[in-house]
């Protein structure tokens, strides 16, 4: 997290703007659980149920607008008003993401993505977009030259193993990316995420020794298919608790 936003993160922690509210009661997470509507700039947020709320947003987007959330973060900077007043900013980057109609949003890369699973071990799929690099194959045109100003019949052109012909044409790079669904889980312990793999999950499951033995003594090929089973026991053995934000 960038500096200002610690900075951001410990005055809110001082105004008490992301301690439980008085007088809440603890609950235990059930999939009726709702979150309350807002903006959570971190996962303690999550942990106390209690966001920047719309009201203490600055915006002119219209509160009842089914879109609110999607119109307030279409911006690179929130801004919103502490619990003494001062109107403060932080970049959209710095959040952690959102609560709409009690449901939890997580923030990965540009995107927000929805909790499916929530407990002691969360569990999400996002949309992930990786670079596959410059590909100079991309496409042909015959009546383009990354070297048409050089116009030089003998001008060396790295997009190819020959020397650059002129009337032979370019090959010009073109950044190209992919998108896939992705899996994703975060500790609710430590607010930490993690790419949903048998590393991982396996680091996970130590907390509790008689799961994670149970686990391992599985072969590798049980393991992969039992993962989410496991990762379902674990929450059952250990519940969350909430508070309610009734």
């Known amino acids: 997290m960038k500096k200002a936003a610690v900075t951001l993160v410990a005055c809110m922690i001082a105004t008490g703007m992301i301690m439980a509210q008085q007088g809440d009661t603890l609950v235990q997470y059930t999939p009726d659980f709702k979150f309350r509507d807002g903006i959570y700039m971190n996962f303690d947020m999550v942990k106390t149920n209690n966001p920047v709320p719309k009201a203490k947003l600055f915006t002119s987007v219209d509160y ?17 008003y502490d619990n003494m007043g001062v109107r403060q900013e932080i970049e959209k980057d710095a959040i952690w993401g959102f609560a709409r109609n009690g449901v939890l949003y997580v923030k990965v890369q540009d995107n927000f993505n929805r909790i499916t699973f ?7 799929v996002a949309d ?4 596959t690099g410059y590909n100079p194959y991309g496409y042909y045109d015959p009546y ?13 052109s790295p997009y190819s193993s020959r020397y650059y012909d002129p009337y032979y044409g370019g090959y010009p790079y073109r950044n190209t990316s992919r998108t896939d669904l992705e899996m994703f889980m975060i500790d609710f312990e430590t607010g930490k995420s993690y790419e949903y793999n048998l590393e991982n999950l ?17 072969r590798n090929k049980n393991q992969k298919k039992m993962m989410f089973v496991f990762l379902r026991k674990f929450n059952e053995k250990h519940p969350v608790f909430l508070p309610s934000g009734k």
């Open 64 to 80: 009842n607008d089914k879109d609110f959330f999607d119109q307030v973060l279409s911006g690179e900077k929130i801004y919103f």
């Open 118 to 124: 929530f407990g002691s071990i969360i569990h999400f």
């Open 128 to 131: 992930v977009t990786t670079s």
């Open 144 to 156: 383009y030259s990354p070297y048409r100003s050089y116009y030089n019949p003998y001008y060396y």
């Open 202 to 218: 396996e680091a996970l499951l130590m907390r509790d020794p008689e799961l994670y033995q149970e686990f391992v003594s599985m």
